[in-house]
């Protein structure tokens, strides 16, 4: 089974506003991670979260993770054209050897 | 700021050759990778080396892969005889100790014909 679930797959909102993606996940993990991929491009990270961990800003970014729920997300506040991307989340399991990742989250910010 | 590199940016082979992709990690990282992205699909684990040996592979990480680090600088990853399913974006990226994070290449985009 696959390990990190985002949703929406896609999303398209107005430039200013705020994107909020999701992330599941099935096992248990050290820690999630989110990377950026521009269209083609390489994986950019933006922010990584401990499990022992319930909120994490970044800039205009903010992480949350309920271990509970095994879930995150990711808010992308005051949405510029240039946040255009796929958002990915990997998951750090205990072994912490591999990143295990989702299918992502096609953001459009429409100007 | 450091960063992890990748070359050739893209390669095109024919189907039963062999291909050598080249990573330069991050220089005081212990700890290196390999995913590979399917168009339009999700990233996949490939491999992770520590200590000049595999830690751990994937079922994708068959008797045709394999990864060396021939030296201080280099890390690299050989398909010995392409399949038209091994087109794909492949991401080098590599870690320190104590740090959880990874930090990937910008990627090779192999084309088998």
């Known amino acids: 089974s696959q390990q990190g679930e985002e949703d929406p797959q896609a999303l398209s909102i107005q430039e200013g506003e705020n994107a909020t993606m999701n992330c599941s996940y099935k096992t248990s993990i050290n820690n999630l991670q989110w990377y950026r991929q521009n269209s083609g491009r390489g994986l950019v990270h933006l922010i990584l979260i401990r499990s022992n961990e319930r909120e994490k800003h970044s800039g205009r970014l903010r992480v949350t993770l309920d271990t509970s729920k095994k879930s995150s997300s990711l808010l992308i506040t005051a949405s510029r054209a240039a946040d255009t991307a796929s958002y990915f989340c990997a998951t750090g399991p205990d072994s912490n050897y591999q990143l295990i990742w989702g299918a992502g989250t096609k953001l459009i910010i429409k100007p | 700021e450091p960063e992890v590199t990748q070359t050739p940016s893209h390669q095109v082979t024919q189907m039963g050759q062999e291909v050598i992709l080249r990573c330069v990690p991050i220089?005081?990282?212990?700890?290196f990778y390999w995913y590979r992205q399917i168009l339009g699909q999700k990233v996949e684990f490939l491999v992770s080396?520590?200590?000049?040996?595999?830690?751990?592979k994937s079922e994708i990480f068959d008797d045709q892969f394999s990864v060396e680090r021939p030296d201080g600088s280099n890390f690299t990853l050989k398909i010995r005889s392409t399949k038209l399913e091994d087109s794909a974006m492949y991401f080098c990226?590599?870690?320190?100790?104590?740090?959880?994070?990874?930090?990937f290449g910008p990627g090779t985009r192999l084309t088998v014909l």
């Open positions: 990226a590599s870690r320190t100790r104590g740090e959880d994070t990874q930090y």
């Open positions: 080396f520590y200590n000049n040996e595999i830690s751990e």
């Open positions: 220089s005081n990282h212990l700890y």
